[in-house]
């Protein structure tokens, strides 16, 4: 190929934004951009007591304006002229409702302020109710079993259950919503300038995964088991769609607004969407019988097998299994952790309380002075945690910690389940109780490979890339013991926003395939973490620990929603 062609990537993640301007050719970055959602960070429609978290549009849209044109700004006109293709992915399922034109509600007068009309976010879990009504009626309504694809157990995460409650709990939704569009779709919808909710192109990624489509059912769920499972779903999947797309298909040209607002060439191919961890393990290299692990706030697991391979298996108590979700041509099967280095930044605020509401407030030393220690000190709480959790032997503390401080994703998704700590004693101090918290992390992390393992699909390695997979020599040492299994961790500090470049230079026709583009752009591996043998034997009776702890509480959570 030759080497002035560019592509950009535009990674959409629960905090920020990111764009990358990538080389075709290579897959050398020469320009990104990172900009922080305001009104997400002055956390502005969110309750999490009440798990809501809800973002604005104009969030992503400044977001995506300022990102782009930022890093226009650091490259050569050569290279912006040669821009051929934008890919685009996001979090999900993350919906929102939209007005016939398929604008946000929230975009419209009335409904600025009104967290209902925004975006769900992905880890909104107000809809647990609404999930278990789902997985009810799906199996005994007396129709065929729509979670079947989707691992069996349908997520308060998902979109039918999101869009269900917001109908239940809002009645200005209920009167002024025409439709629904995940994230993924519509912004590839915005600058293609076809918000159309009936004909923009969605996201097979998003509708396999999350809405329970698939081509035996002739697309979404049947009108008779919606309107079974509550009246006021009665038309909406008339009002959805029927076809869906794999993301190496472009979602049409960049409209000549969106050029002159950018600084962009007209005619930039810009492709169909999918989520951050699809993208991603594109980006990370993912192969067949490899499971890419997306290691951040929580973790996706993804895992791509031939059909021939797979044949009718279904694997239960996952996030779906989707033609072309991930590779196109390829079966992409989904799990993941409802909280992973998240459970390692709840711990350090838990133990920051001080910092925050004590020492902040302190009238001993001047502003600068306070301001200054408290956030240095709350900069070395988890790196000073490390460093003490490192000392101490496997077993050694008789701590055992439950990763469900976020619900369950997989195996058996439950958004109901709460995390625990076990075995403390007067001689707990924090290092150990963290290194515990994360054992519990990675042990969550075994349980989804040993569910595919005994599901009839194999492991043949793992590839880690996020944030964690990078950061972290603890976590990830840990990790590669506990499953006793060789870990590659991706090199890309972007391996996200690089999977979305991929798709964007298999769009813009660059390569035919996303397998060549992988070749082609992929940065390779930087780290390989190898188990310690003496170790993860120690660690086989610490995971029967947390399995029978994981029991307990999954009973005791159980009995008290029956009282």
């Not at 006793?484 to 395939?513: C, P």
Request: charged share 25%.
């Amino acid at each position: 190929m030759e080497n002035n062609k560019f592509v950009i990537g535009l990674d959409y993640g629960t905090d920020s934004v990111r764009t990358v301007i990538v080389n075709a050719a290579n897959g050398e970055e020469v320009a990104s951009d990172v900009h922080y959602y305001s009104r997400w960070t002055e956390g502005k429609y969110c309750v999490p007591a009440d798990n809501q978290f809800r973002q604005h549009p104009l969030d992503y849209i400044e977001g995506l304006e300022r990102t782009i044109k930022n890093s226009l700004n650091k490259v050569s006109e050569e290279i912006r002229t040669n821009i051929m293709g934008i890919s685009v992915d996001t979090t999900g399922s993350t919906p929102v409702a939209v007005n016939k034109q398929g604008t946000p509600l929230s975009l419209t007068p009335g409904f600025e302020e009104n967290p209902n009309t925004m975006f769900v976010l992905w880890k909104d879990h107000t809809a647990v109710k609404e999930a278990a009504e789902i997985n009810e009626a799906a199996r005994n309504w007396g129709g065929v079993d729509y979670t079947k694809f989707e691992g069996g157990i349908y997520s308060s995460e998902w979109f039918w259950a999101k869009i269900l409650h917001m109908l239940r709990v809002d009645e200005s939704i209920r009167e002024n919503a025409f439709s629904w569009v995940e994230h993924c779709d519509w912004i590839p919808a915005v600058l293609t300038g076809n918000t159309d909710p009936l004909t923009l192109k969605r996201s097979r990624c998003a509708a396999g995964h999350k809405a329970m489509w698939h081509e035996r059912f002739g697309g979404l769920p049947a009108e008779e088991f919606l309107v079974n499972l509550d009246p006021l779903l009665a038309g909406l999947r008339g009002r959805l769609y029927r076809d869906t797309y794999t993301s190496d298909v472009p979602a049409g040209p960049l409209t000549k607004e969106w050029s002159n607002k950018l600084n962009l060439p007209e005619g930039v191919l810009v492709g169909v969407g999918a989520f951050d961890a699809h993208m991603g393990a594109v980006g990370g290299e993912i192969e067949p019988f490899y499971l890419s692990k997306v290691m951040g706030t929580s973790t996706c697991d993804m895992l791509i097998a031939p059909f021939d391979e797979v044949g009718d298996t279904l694997v239960s108590g996952i996030c779906g299994q989707v033609d072309g979700s991930i590779t196109p041509g390829m079966l992409g099967l989904e799990a993941g952790q409802s909280a992973f280095g998240d459970i390692y930044a709840w711990f350090k605020n838990v133990i920051a309380w001080p910092l925050d509401n004590i020492l902040a407030k302190t009238d001993m030393i001047d502003d600068a002075t306070r301001k200054k220690l408290v956030d240095e000190v709350s900069d070395k709480i988890i790196p000073e945690l490390t460093a003490a959790a490192e000392k101490i032997d496997i077993g050694e503390s008789g701590i055992v910690a439950l990763d469900w401080m976020n619900g369950r994703r997989t195996p058996d998704a439950n958004q109901a389940l709460k995390g625990a700590v076990m075995g403390l004693s007067l001689g707990s101090d924090a290092p150990r109780i963290f290194r515990a918290l994360v054992e519990a992390t990675v042990f969550g992390s075994r349980k989804i490979i040993d569910r595919f393992i005994s599901e009839g699909m194999r492991i043949d390695g793992v590839i880690a890339l996020g944030g964690v997979a990078r950061k972290s020599p603890f976590v990830m040492q840990i990790m590669a013991d506990a499953l006793n299994m060789s870990i590659k961790v991706a090199r890309s500090e972007q391996t996200v926003a690089l999977g979305a470049a991929m798709f964007a230079g298999v769009v813009a026709g660059l390569y035919d395939t996303v397998e060549k583009a992988q070749k082609g752009m992929g940065a390779g591996f930087d780290a390989v973490y190898e188990p310690i043998p003496e170790n993860a034997e120690k660690y086989k009776a610490l995971y029967e620990a947390y399995g029978r702890l994981g029991d307990f509480v999954e009973e005791a959570c159980h009995t008290e929603q029956i009282s």
